[in-house]
């Protein structure tokens, strides 16, 4: 009884924290999320950049970034990249312009991929510039000893182009001059994807040696809404080695752990550091045998918060009298494409570049699993049929374990009689009753754990699969059939409006949204409940009152989840039920012909 009375305790523990996730961390989660996004709205029609304090930086961290001190802060972004000269980004896959103003790469968006799945919704934006609502750009530059006395360019330079527009094979060079011997260039070039190519040069004319130290800087104002899982890492990432290492080592940050604490300092030798959301990146990518100091950082203004990740040279370079030096750094700015980014790491010896697609502890799961699903796709051309094909191809490498799991299964049920005269007739004495179980197995050469083999094992698959749905590109905005627009997303129907027969809108239950099923978990629960049914019950009454609970359970609990998900979990159980009702049929048909061949 005790045991019975653990089991249900663990199951309505079970639901009453899956409910109180929703209400007491998900809702406030999600409200405090969008007061927080207007609050940044509101501060950056208010704010007026300022310059950095304390003049020129030494050579021992990059600058901070900082906003033209000129213009005063406009909150409309067309209006803020008619506010100064630029020179136009175009290509298949990017659009944007690099603000001649400070030379900075400030304007970015993705001609690929929209902010929602109609035709004419808006391309995602990745660079904003200063002024406009949360300013989020690159900037590259050189800097030197505060007592070098050197004339640097800064945010307020103008700079001068050598055409209007950068597109691939044609880049794009800004120079200028400080009137004091040194002349600087900016040269841009752009691939036919989304990585930029970025090389500065001094040029000294004069009859002083001096010392410069280039470095390059991503900085990003405003603590961007995140979905806050701890299956995906949102912010400050980077990969960095040493000597002896040539993977490097995996660094990651939250927003929050750098919020109100010293800049984290990393020397690095060659490497990467970046800022990630879910589907898209920023990544200073310095060539493979550079020293560098990388960094990330935090400051505040007001209630808005600053984040920067940022390179420096590690040693600085000097430019002789009548000479010159120059420094390389790749910018990759765009859509974090899985066979894009590993192409990136081979091209470009960048270790460990797959790393900023968040594929977990199950790396070594999750990434296989992306790439059937890829394969299938190609194949067929629709990821939901592509997950339907690797549940068959999965339930089939599992289908050893999962014959003996179904013959276990079929002498349980044979069982079922004996194991209830047992516990009628040692109910009272568990002991002996264990005992007489245990020896009941033994000569029925049953084993009772092995129905739980498939799926534990298939536990780990569910995660990695539901990882790939959830982080990977790929699958963001990818539909299926019907009323399935987005795999990604959980089914948008609900049985409160008879699945859109009703001609009237759902309800929005706030916190309590996970009651609003769709259709494609209801199909899930009736699955699992057709595949419950062809299990051996317990013997025992309430254990089994519990268990058929469990459909109903799992329904609610996977409601909320990836709608490609729950398709998986359908089919998987369908498939189950069948596999399960051909062996069955096959153990009794043997076992009727081995009680004839006796007879």
Request: hydrophobic share 45%; net charge positive; with cysteine.
């Amino acid at each position: 009884m005790t045991d019975q009375k653990n089991l249900i305790m663990a199951i309505v523990a079970s639901v009453v924290i899956m409910l109180g996730f929703q209400y007491f961390y998900e809702w406030p989660r999600a409200e405090q999320a969008r007061k927080l996004a207007e609050m940044q709205r509101q501060e950056q029609q208010q704010t007026t950049p300022v310059p950095v304090p304390g003049g020129a930086p030494s050579p021992g961290a990059a600058p901070s970034a900082t906003m033209p001190g000129a213009a005063p802060a406009i909150p409309n972004r067309e209006a803020v990249l008619t506010n100064a000269p630029r020179v136009k980004i175009a290509s298949k896959r990017l659009h944007g312009s690099i603000n001649l103003q400070g030379g900075r790469l400030d304007d970015l968006t993705l001609a690929d991929y929209r902010e929602r799945l109609e035709t004419d919704s808006p391309e995602i934006v990745l660079l904003a510039p200063a002024g406009a609502a949360n300013p989020y750009y690159t900037d590259f530059g050189w800097s030197a000893a505060s007592d070098a006395g050197v004339k640097l360019p800064g945010p307020d330079t103008l700079w001068t182009a050598s055409a209007t527009t950068l597109s691939p094979g044609q880049p794009l060079t800004l120079t200028w001059d400080n009137g004091e011997g040194l002349k600087f260039s900016r040269s841009f070039a752009l691939d036919e994807q989304y990585m930029f190519t970025v090389t500065q040069k001094v040029e000294n004319s004069g009859d002083k040696a001096a010392t410069v130290f280039p470095y390059a800087l991503i900085s990003r104002h405003g603590t961007p809404v995140t979905d806050g899982l701890y299956i995906l890492h949102e912010g400050p990432l980077g990969v960095f080695r040493d000597k002896a290492e040539q993977d490097g080592t995996l660094k990651e940050t939250s927003y929050s752990d750098l919020k109100g604490k010293p800049a984290t300092e990393v020397n690095s030798i060659g490497g990467w550091i970046g800022i990630t959301d879910k589907y898209w990146l920023t990544a200073l990518i310095p060539t493979a045998d550079t020293a560098v100091k990388a960094r990330f950082s935090h400051t505040a203004r007001g209630t808005q918060d600053r984040y920067q990740v940022d390179l420096l040279a590690s040693s600085g370079a000097t430019v002789p009298a009548k000479g010159s030096t120059e420094s390389t750094v790749r910018l990759f700015a765009g859509a974090k494409l899985v066979n894009l980014i590993d192409a990136y790491e081979k091209q470009y010896s960048i270790p460990r570049f797959d790393r900023a697609i968040d594929w977990g502890w199950f790396y070594f799961l999750t990434k296989p699993i992306f790439f059937a699903l890829d394969y299938f796709y190609k194949l067929i051309g629709n990821f939901g049929l592509a997950i339907l094909a690797l549940t068959v191809i999965i339930k089939t490498l599992f289908l050893p374990l999962a014959y003996r799991s179904y013959v276990s299964m079929s002498q349980m049920k044979e069982m079922q009689p004996k194991m209830v005269e047992l516990r009628e007739k040692h109910g009272d004495d568990r002991t002996k009753l264990n005992q007489e179980m245990m020896a009941l197995y033994k000569r029925e050469k049953i084993n009772p754990a092995a129905g739980c083999l498939p799926i534990l094992l298939q536990i780990p698959v569910f995660f990695a699969l539901y990882k790939v749905l959830y982080i990977t590109i790929e699958m963001r905005h990818a539909p299926f059939y019907g009323w399935i627009h987005v795999l990604s997303a959980p089914d948008p129907t609900t049985y409160l409006n008879l699945f859109g027969l009703l001609p009237f809108a759902a309800p929005n239950l706030g916190p309590l949204q996970i009651l609003s099923l769709g259709a494609w978990p209801i199909l899930m629960g009736i699955s699992m409940w057709l595949q419950m049914k062809m299990n051996p019950q317990p013997p025992d009454p309430v254990q089994a009152k519990v268990f058929a609970l469990m459909p109903f359970i799992f329904t609610f609990m996977l409601g909320s989840f990836a709608s490609g998900l729950v398709i998986y979990w359908t089919w998987n159980n369908m498939l189950s039920v069948a596999q399960q009702w051909f062996i069955m049929r096959r153990v009794k048909r043997r076992k009727l012909a081995a009680t004839t061949k006796k007879a």
